[in-house]
């Protein structure tokens, strides 16, 4: 084969290879958001974080004035304190009434008298108790952490504002895990079967590429498909929602 039939050879293959390349205009979105809210009503002491800042897994994002939740756990402790050493009395003479009951000493009257007496007091203790976890799931719940390495993409609350039961799901703070996107083009149907869960391509964003791999394919309005490439990105590098890209099969 000489240098002429070579080079015809290379050139068939890069026109092929052209042929069957595919390539769409689409756009980046954030993957999966993670929105956070107090599940606790109170008031807001402080945001600690602002839109677009990159948090780590654990960092504290906002938290409530908890001087009301710490009140209300010093009183669940107060009661305990007043019931305890009642209940403990209690039972020693319930313990003892019990004995002399077996003597035929006591009455069962009088016996089950001083056993209402305990049962109420044990009551009291166990309602006590679960007040006291309930006020310490409540303290612990008073306050925002970040639960992945991410990104803050929005900050819908301010210091003094009441978290209430009708408003706690609107007062929220919402970010994305960092390094992480997607992008998305839309196609028709016939263009849509062309692709599969997990089918590897490339991502194109300000004349950078990386590879990806295809998350879902969705319908969408007038007979279209949304499909939907998820990719890494290096620490060195920043994009957000909206932003152009061009997606490589």
Avoid: C
């Amino acid at each position: 084969m000489n240098k002429y039939s070579i080079i015809l050879l290379i050139m068939s293959f890069m026109i092929a290879g052209n042929v069957t390349a595919r390539d769409y205009d689409g756009f980046l979105l954030w993957p999966d958001k993670q929105v956070l809210a107090f599940p606790v009503t109170g008031v807001v002491d402080q945001v600690l974080v602002q839109a677009g800042q990159k948090v780590k897994k654990g960092s504290k994002l906002a938290h409530l004035d908890k001087q009301p939740f710490s009140i209300r756990i010093k009183q669940v402790k107060a009661r305990l304190s007043r019931i305890k050493p009642l209940l403990f009395d209690s039972q020693r003479d319930f313990d003892q009434a019990q004995e002399l009951f077996e003597r035929t000493v006591l009455s069962e009257v009088e016996l089950r008298k001083i056993e209402s007496v305990l049962k109420g007091l044990k009551a009291d203790h166990d309602s006590a108790q679960a007040e006291l976890a309930l006020a310490n799931w409540q303290y612990a719940r008073a306050q925002l952490e970040a639960p992945v390495d991410g990104r803050i993409t929005d900050v819908l609350m301010h210091a003094g504002d009441i978290v209430s039961d009708e408003n706690m799901s609107r007062l929220m703070i919402v970010m994305v895990v960092d390094n992480l996107m997607q992008a998305a083009f839309m196609v028709n149907a016939d263009a849509a079967g062309m692709y599969h869960i997990g089918q590897d391509a490339r991502i194109e964003v300000a004349s950078e590429r990386y590879p990806a791999i295809v998350k879902s394919i969705v319908s969408a309005e007038h007979q279209q498909y949304q499909v939907r490439l998820e990719f890494q990105l290096p620490d060195s590098h920043s994009y957000v929602a909206g932003q152009k890209a061009r997606v490589i099969f």
